[in-house]
């Protein structure tokens, strides 16, 4: 896959190391590359993991953390930010500190908290710091649905109660919402977005793959490579689901359990 002509611009994201190579700071920098954008990171905690689950993780030291993010916005023209996995209270209310000075460059939020496994990732207090003082300086946070009654406080079971959601997240202050909704029952996996003005719906047929691994961190690196392209935020939401939904058909099996999804197939 060639992909679309570089811009010079980069995108940044704050997330953890997988080192599995199929999430976190590995998916999002292959999806930036992918999307033709210049992909620079912060690491904000080394997983040990593979297909089958999350086996140990240490977070960095806030400190480190913050000194990743000023290294990297002071050389690069960087024009859209995307947080992953933030690990500790600690270092979620570092990057909140850091971000909130960087409050003119668009920031995606990926909540990451509980992996597709099961696994937690992110401290129980930790997410009372995402709500407060993450989202509000948020341009979009895209939970999916686990992530989603986390946020809202309510339990999500229809399309109905989605759109509840995304009212009650936005009350954060965020900007916009969307809920993925591959979890909801039915043949299409519809996402919801939310901007405060309108509710749009970006449906698409849920595919029956294991290779899913790492979908949550590539739909929002591919929101925020568009972002970065210059896409408005409904045309950067409706490009991503498309690519995750090729990265899926086009992903082959890799180790034994819930593989990578393929992110450069050929758009």
Not at 45 to 67: D, K
Not at 92 to 118: E, F, Q
Not at 123 to 135: G, S
Not at 244 to 260: D, F, K, N, Q
């Amino acid at each position: 896959m060639a992909g679309p002509p570089h811009t010079g611009h980069a995108a940044l994201t704050v997330a953890g190391s997988d080192s599995g190579g199929g999430a976190g700071i590995q998916a999002d920098l292959k999806t930036f590359a992918a999307h033709g954008v210049h992909g620079v990171c912060a690491v904000t905690a080394v997983t040990a993991q593979n297909t089958l689950g999350v086996r140990a993780f240490e977070p960095i030291s806030p400190a480190l953390v913050v000194a990743q993010i000023t290294a990297v916005v002071d050389d690069f023209d960087v024009r859209a930010i995307k947080t992953g996995m933030l690990a500790t209270r600690e270092v979620t209310g570092a990057v909140c500190d850091t971000l909130a000075l960087l409050s003119g460059i668009p920031l995606v939020v990926d909540p990451v908290m509980v992996a597709t496994s099961g696994d937690r990732l992110l401290d129980y207090d930790a997410i009372e710091c995402v709500r407060a003082r993450l989202l509000p300086n948020a341009r979009l946070v895209t939970p999916n649905l686990r992530e989603a009654e986390i946020l809202a406080g309510m339990p999500i079971a229809s399309l109905a109660d989605a759109r509840r959601a995304t009212a009650r997240i936005r009350q954060t202050g965020v900007a916009a919402v969307v809920i993925t909704g591959g979890h909801l029952d039915g043949p299409d996996a519809i996402d919801l977005l939310d901007d405060g003005g309108t509710v749009l719906e970006f449906s698409g047929p849920k595919l029956e793959s294991r290779n899913t691994h790492g979908t949550g961190c590539t739909f929002s690196a591919a929101i925020t490579a568009g972002l970065a392209r210059g896409r408005d935020l409904a045309d950067a939401v409706a490009a991503a689901k498309r690519y995750v939904e090729g990265a899926i058909r086009h992903a082959s099996p890799l180790g034994g359990g819930r593989g990578p999804v393929h992110h450069f197939w050929d758009k």
